[in-house]
């Protein structure tokens, strides 16, 4: 009689309890990712609020908005706010010099936040965990109004969690709100705040909290 040649039920188990382990802890290590991205984000959004009130407290004027940057930092100079006590320009401003730019220059030449303080990239905000960018502005988004920052790219999941973090989860209620980041050359400030963070692999947002 000729003897079949194959896996035993015991040899297939144990293959099986592998595969297994090894999906866990794939799944594991995505889900470690996920949420040390969910804190640097988070981190972002306190560290720029502490930021903004260490100038205020010391300077007495807003970042960005300092008429008075130039006084103090030549690297400032031809580069000042106008002192209206806001923040114009999107937070993810390209435009050299809007006050939205200015408030991370001024910020880093106060020692606040870390970054460039010449140069091309002086004014840049600075990038996420997302690949996105963290930003600041008083041009109103989504219906939150005064100073808010901002950071974009964020996955539905991540987005949903900062909400959830410091406010009621909603994009579209409380002191946070999110909204689908929109096609290239649209301002932020024209998308309307979405009803939900949808997790579908394909869409981000932007997700904004007043300072």
Known sequence: MKRQNGFTLIEIAIVLVIIGLLLGGVLKGQEMITQAKIRNVANDFNGTSAAYYAYQDRYRAMPGDDPNAATRWTAASGTVGNGDAKVSGEYNSTTANDE????????????????????????????????????????????????????????????????????????????????????????????????????????????????
């Open 100 to 211: 939205s730019r200015l408030f991370w220059l001024d910020l880093r030449l106060a020692g606040l936040t870390a970054g460039p303080t010449t140069g091309a990239g002086s004014q840049n905000q600075p990038q996420n965990a997302t690949g996105g960018v963290t930003g600041a502005t008083s041009v109103s988004m989504f219906g939150l109004n005064g100073l808010v920052v901002c950071s974009d790219n964020l996955p539905g999941k991540i987005a949903n969690a900062i909400d959830s973090q410091f406010d009621d989860g909603v994009p579209n209620t409380g002191s946070v709100r999110g909204g689908e980041t929109p096609a290239a050359g649209t301002k932020p400030s024209t998308v309307t705040a979405a009803s939900a963070y949808v997790d579908d692999g394909s869409k981000t947002y932007i997700v904004c909290k007043n300072i």
